[in-house]
């Protein structure tokens, strides 16, 4: 049987904004932010960035969107287990091979507090450093909408506080706009404005 997941739903994010997105879970918070991404293509309606429609089923579009105007964060970092810190963060860039990213990279990685650990291994690093690097790997490509699902989930307290610092902090000196699906309320309080998913709509709620 066919469920509708999302119901006429209508989010419109401004340049430098932050949101937090919150619901139940199964609410359809990653259908959202996977159709913002064009990982996942809508039965009807459009999306649209910078005043143009996007066709998720064009691929080459889709490709050159998220590897050069948004940044993805998940959950689970999603490293390559085989490539080092330094590799994971430089992914991104091989296909347009900008002579400028290593020198980003170096900055992001620094900024981060991670350049110690850059030859190291997924394996090799805490659940706290494995998150900050997938938000280097991120931000490599100058994004100006950066994703993030429950990109503190798996985090304790001070590495969930410390990640959280570090999206408001990038989110505001790089004018980059911020969306958070989370389950956190502490989180989603830091945003400045926040939106509850339930019944495939979206309601605009205070924290």
Known sequence: MQRDILKNLNLQVNAGESIAIVGPSGSGKTTLLNLIALLDSPDSGTIQFDGNELNPSARKEAFS???????????????????????????????????????????????????????????ELSGGECQRTAL???LINQPVLLLADEPTGSLD????????????????????????VTHSRELASRMESAYQLIDGQLKSISL
């Open 65 to 123: 969107y998220r590897n050069q105007k948004v940044g993805i964060v998940f959950q689970l970092h999603h490293l390559l287990p085989q490539c080092t810190l330094w590799e994971n963060v430089l992914v991104p860039t091989i296909i347009n091979k900008d002579k400028k990213a290593e020198q980003r990279a170096e900055e992001l990685v620094k900024r981060l507090g991670l350049w110690e650990l850059k030859d190291q291994y997924p394996g």
């Open 157 to 180: 307290g001070d590495n969930a506080s410390d990640l959280a610092d570090l999206l408001l902090e990038i989110n505001k000196q790089e004018n980059i706009s911020l969306i958070i």
């Open 136 to 138: 280097v790997r991120a």
